[in-house]
């Protein structure tokens, strides 16, 4: 399945309609998902933001992961390097059960390092997933808590402190 690599590097930056086009043609391709892991993984960041995009897309349509892929996933966070494949990942591990299917050091270490990104949308992003690690894993609660606490008080760009309203009233922070 060579082609959708060959695709999504031919996209470039595509539009998410373009991924979507994408998704709808390769979508029912045996090994699609081990595919679009190893995009993610493969340390391209083209590669790594489509296939991001991919990922999340196959998960909300009700796609599964096996071990091996929820392994190799795991082992590309530490050399991650888009940023918006970074977004799309945040947006996956927000998913209930997400964290622990790919394994909760690795999403866990993955979201912090994402917590302080440089762009806004991922910091956001990342706080809501390491808030959904710990509703989902309470040893990570009151971690996740003190992360939304102190970002209420030195974040200013308008999209984090919107998504920080938004965990404050699910988190109830003030109870």
């Known amino acids: 399945m060579a082609g959708l690599f060959v695709a999504l590097e031919d996209a470039g930056k595509a539009s998410v309609k373009e991924l979507g086009a994408l998704y709808a043609r390769y979508c029912e391709d045996v090994g ?20 991001a995009w991919l990922l999340e897309k196959w998960v909300e349509e009700g796609g599964g992961l096996n071990s091996e892929e929820c392994g190799l996933l795991a082992s590309c966070f530490d050399g991650f390097t888009s940023w918006e494949g970074r977004y799309y990942l945040c947006r996956l591990f927000c998913v209930e059960g997400m964290a622990a299917l790919i394994g909760i050091e690795e999403v866990e270490f993955f979201l912090r390092e994402s917590c302080s ?12 997933a390491y808030c959904r690690l710990g509703r989902d894993h309470l040893r ?7 992360m939304v606490r102190n970002a209420k008080d030195t974040e200013q760009a308008k999209s984090v402190l919107s998504r920080l309203r938004h965990i404050d009233s699910i988190l109830k922070l003030d109870e």
């Open 117 to 128: 990104d440089k762009v806004p949308f991922v910091r956001a992003c990342a706080l809501s």
């Open 140 to 146: 990570y609660l009151a971690e996740a808590k003190e």
């Open 32 to 51: 699609f998902s081990f595919e679009i892991v190893e995009a993610v993984a493969s340390g391209s960041k083209l590669l790594e933001r489509g296939g």
